[in-house]
């Protein structure tokens, strides 16, 4: 079986963890995930890929507990920058540096996005799943503040997410394109599923890419989205915020009204108003939560795709 999942940090990685433990317990198959870039950064001569990275180190059992940076890393090259006087505002252990300077070398040498997170994660193997950047183009999320253009990881650590937001746009989104892997993934799945991320700057990005709304709209394979809100509020992040800015309605159903019409199903804790919704709870707060919740998913598929036997 072959999961298709949209995802963004977080919650998007509790949730690839539960759908990878499931596919490995039912024999065959394969998660891939499309991973958002939006977020991408270049800093301290590395290029850093928060999301894929975050997902792939949650899907290798070695993310901290921060919930970014790779377990029992030292931080010694940020500890010499700062004793040389550099100012050091995103932090990256010793460990993620170095996936980090092994993906921008490879960039440097004409690699693709795809190739070079895959290589430069090849050391943290994570089972029956690939993690697939959304796009082997650049794509930069940006907020728009009052004090003017910022980039996302500069809004959200340097400004702690405080100035009210303007705007958000994707810089490069219009020549941008979604990789071939990431086409394939949706094109060749039982099921695709949009993960609990941040509709605006996690999920957004990815389906504003040329020909992504398409793709999802011509698979084969019902789309299926876990809301991000669990009892009526988000657990992290400044989601709230950004779906205000965006003139959404907090809820699972001002997320459906954003996502429109790509979604045949929702899997959520409150209805999204008169689209069709499996009560669930969505909280993922373990593996085994995790992994009822991805059953859950999987057999919500096989009742719309015509039963089990059509996907196993």
């Known amino acids: 079986m072959v999961i298709a999942l949209l995802a963004g940090g977080t919650g998007g990685a509790k949730l690839a963890v539960g759908l990878r433990d499931w596919i490995a317990e039912h024999g065959e198959g394969e998660l891939r995930v499309i991973a958002n870039t939006g977020d991408d950064i270049e800093i301290y001569g590395v290029h850093v890929s928060p999301d894929p990275d975050l997902i792939s180190f949650r899907l290798a059992g070695v993310l901290n507990e921060a919930g970014f940076g790779i377990e029992g890393e030292g931080h010694d090259e940020m500890d010499r920058r700062r004793a040389a006087g550099e100012e050091i505002w995103f932090e990256l252990g010793d460990d993620d540096l170095a996936v980090c300077r092994a993906r921008g070398e490879a960039l440097a040498r004409g690699t693709r996005l795809t190739e070079a997170h895959a290589l430069a994660t090849s050391g943290y193997p994570i089972g029956p799943a690939r993690v697939l950047p959304m796009s082997d183009y650049r794509v930069r999320t940006v907020v728009h503040t009052a004090a003017g253009r910022r980039g996302l990881q500069q809004y959200l650590i340097q400004d702690r997410s405080e100035p009210a937001i303007e705007g958000v746009s994707f810089d490069g989104i219009e020549s941008a394109r979604?990789?071939?892997?990431?086409?394939?993934?949706?094109?060749?799945?039982?099921?695709?599923?949009?993960?609990?991320?941040?509709?605006?700057?996690?999920?957004?990005?990815?389906?504003?890419?040329?020909?992504?709304?398409?793709?999802?709209?011509?698979?084969?394979?019902?789309?299926?989205?876990?809301?991000?809100?669990?009892?009526?509020?988000?657990?992290?992040?400044?989601?709230?915020?950004?779906?205000?800015?965006?003139?959404?309605?907090?809820?699972?159903?001002?997320?459906?009204?954003?996502?429109?019409?790509?979604?045949?199903?929702?899997?959520?804790?409150?209805?999204?108003?008169?689209?069709?919704?499996?009560?669930?709870?969505?909280?993922?707060?373990?593996?085994?939560?995790?992994?009822?919740?991805?059953?859950?998913?999987?057999?919500?598929?096989?009742?719309?795709?015509?039963?089990?036997?059509?996907?196993?």
């Open 178 to 312: 979604p990789t071939p892997e990431a086409l394939a993934a949706i094109a060749e799945a039982d099921a695709i599923v949009i993960g609990p991320s941040n509709p605006v700057i996690s999920i957004g990005p990815i389906l504003a890419l040329p020909g992504m709304r398409e793709a999802l709209r011509e698979a084969p394979a019902p789309v299926l989205a876990v809301s991000p809100y669990v009892g009526g509020r988000v657990l992290k992040g400044p989601t709230a915020k950004f779906m205000a800015a965006q003139e959404v309605a907090p809820g699972t159903a001002g997320v459906a009204e954003y996502y429109g019409d790509l979604v045949d199903h929702w899997i959520a804790d409150e209805p999204a108003a008169a689209r069709p919704t499996l009560i669930a709870d969505v909280r993922i707060d373990d593996a085994e939560s995790g992994l009822r919740l991805a059953g859950e998913i999987v057999g919500l598929a096989q009742q719309l795709r015509g039963g089990a036997a059509e996907i196993a």
